[in-house]
């Protein structure tokens, strides 16, 4: 008999499973679970997007792409920034196309981390910051940010998870799973932390283009001696509702992209060939596409926020991403508990906000990325659930 | 665009508590707007959007296209009120193009259509021609997809 573990790298066997899968499994199970787990646009790719990607195939444009991605979608994605952000980056030397973001910040990882260095991240956060760190070395310094901040990082947090061996800050917002955002104010202030220190930034913009209450999303490079230490890390899964394409990009330093780069191109090669014909498009005309997805997005937001609010489970407002976050501590359950229960006795299925770190203790994520329809039917089951909750 | 307006025509069904939550507005002004909007007239009526194919004691629709000769006074104005007094007219719009009037017109079967044309609208004065096309199937009505279960196709996956 073979022992496997002799085998498998000791690191990975380390690395937990992602907690948002224990729940959908339960909810596969199941035939008339009503999901608000889910964490991507519930609309299609808009149709003129989808067309152009269809079309490069009938063109027979089924070859690799060169390593950093199309010359035209590496301008197109540095003139984006230059119109939405203002920032400057080099099309040819700055911008690299990657396999999804995540494929980005795996590769902002193991380029920048030598053993020890250690990464700080906020959390609650997405899944994936930590494991990588850890895959690549690093060693994962982890910052809770707190309801009553509105789960916005603050300055003084980092300044005091910050030691000799610090190299990178991780900047996920819009944050999954809290909707939280960071304001110019409060980017300005963590400017300040960087300075006193010399430490690199990964910025996590993928939810850039969902921000609501006339908050525009603010870059952290757009912030006075950021933009030489800051990668950001972007993509076209929640702007343009592009998961399935896996489509993703990187800007920044020169030395560092060209680092990245090196590393892209033995590991993937390139980023998959229709996706980025069909994200040039995308960039050039998905504006409208943006701004009725946001919209949409945003009453659906108001109108659960709103009603975890009515049934007492309190939540502050998220002014990013597509996730509410309500406290869930009134019930006297744990996060898990509470979301065992109401996947058992409702057929409701949301993800434990420990999933997203131990910060996420007492809270829910809610996916509001589902018609209308579809909130309000769970919606309704939650309220009955709390409802007998109560009753005992 | 008016987002009220915009919402109540997609959906109607909503309460105005859901309506005040979605747009952030006081409950109150939404009531009083929308009053307003019925009593001047914005606001005409409230329909379901009905998936007629699925209900056996169905209707058969046509799209009939209208030439007229427009009268010197009243100009197209004085046809569309002799259309729309019938009440086999459902819709009736102008158009810009090839012919003047575009109307859905609604009867019980084909023949019905038929004899409605050939009878009561070919033979007003000034209707110069007609042309009938019937409707076979509906695949999308005033925005609802007719022909599958939108809330099925959820193809999303949980992947992390």
């Not at chain 1, 224990?22 to 964490?39: P, Y």
């Not at chain 1, 910040?105 to 981390?113: A, E, K, S, Y």
């Not at chain 2, 109150?28 to 699925?54: L, P, R, T």
């Amino acid at each position: 008999m073979i022992d496997y573990n002799n085998f498998i790298n000791k690191k990975i066997s380390t690395v937990k499973p992602s907690g948002i899968r224990k729940f959908f499994d339960i909810a596969n199970e199941m035939d008339d679970v009503i999901s608000l787990s889910i964490g991507e646009p519930d609309f299609q790719t808009p149709w003129h997007i989808r067309e152009e990607g269809i079309n490069s195939l009938k063109k027979g444009k089924t070859w690799y792409s060169p390593n950093r991605g199309f010359a035209e979608l590496r301008e197109e994605i540095a003139a984006y920034y230059k119109r939405r952000f203002g920032i400057e980056y080099d099309a040819k030397k700055q911008t690299l196309v990657t396999v999804g973001g995540s494929e980005a910040i795996d590769l902002v990882f193991r380029t920048l981390l030598d053993p020890g260095d250690e990464v700080i991240i906020p959390e609650p956060s997405f899944v994936c910051y930590e494991p990588l760190t850890v895959m690549a070395d690093g060693v994962p310094v982890i910052i809770n940010t707190k309801n009553e901040d509105n789960f916005r990082l603050k300055a003084s947090d980092l300044r005091a998870a910050i030691t000799p061996k610090t190299k990178l800050l991780v900047l996920p917002f819009p944050n999954n799973p809290t909707g939280a955002i960071m304001e110019r104010e409060d980017l300005e202030e963590i400017a300040e932390v960087i300075k006193e220190h010399n430490i690199f930034i990964l910025s996590d913009e993928i939810y850039c283009e969902l921000t609501y209450g006339n908050k525009n999303h603010v870059s952290i490079a757009e912030i006075d001696g950021m933009y030489e230490r800051t990668i950001v890390v972007n993509g076209f899964s929640k702007s343009y509702a592009m998961t399935g394409w896996r489509l993703g990009y990187a800007l920044g330093p020169v030395p560092v992209i060209a680092q990245m780069t090196k590393l892209h191109q033995y590991g993937i090669m390139s980023a998959p060939t229709t996706a980025q014909y069909a994200a040039i498009e995308a960039l050039r005309n998905g504006d409208r596409d943006v701004e009725m997805m946001r919209g949409e997005y945003d009453m659906r937001r108001r109108l659960v926020v709103d009603s975890f609010n009515a049934m007492g489970l309190t939540c502050f407002e998220p002014l990013g991403a597509f996730y509410v976050f309500p406290c869930i501590k009134i019930t006297g359950l744990t996060s898990e508990e509470f979301c065992t229960r109401l996947i058992m006795d409702k057929h409701v299925a949301v993800v434990p906000g420990t999933a997203f770190g131990e910060s996420g203790e007492g809270f829910v994520r809610v996916s509001y990325s589902y018609s209308i329809k579809h909130l309000k039917i769970a919606l309704e089951r939650i309220k009955e659930f709390l409802d007998e909750l109560k009753k005992g | 665009m008016d987002k009220l307006l915009k919402l109540l025509s997609e959906n109607s069904g909503f309460t105005t508590a859901e309506i005040a939550a979605m747009l952030g507005e006081p409950e109150d002004y939404i009531k009083a707007q929308i009053k307003e909007y019925e009593n001047s007239g914005v606001i005409k009526g409230y329909q379901a959007v009905v998936n007629w194919d699925m209900v056996d004691d169905s209707y058969v629709e046509a799209l009939i296209e209208l030439q007229v000769t427009p009268k010197k006074e009243t100009g197209f104005d004085e046809m569309a009120e002799l259309c729309m007094g019938f009440e086999e007219v459902e819709s009736l719009y102008l158009m810009a193009g090839t012919y003047d009037f575009a109307l859905i017109v609604r009867g019980e079967s084909m023949q019905d259509i038929a004899m409605f044309v050939a009878k009561k609208l070919s033979t007003i004065d000034g209707v110069l021609s007609t042309g009938t096309h019937f409707i076979m199937r509906r695949y999308k009505d005033r925005g609802a997809c007719l022909f599958s279960d939108e809330e099925k196709r959820d193809g999303r996956h949980l992947i992390l």
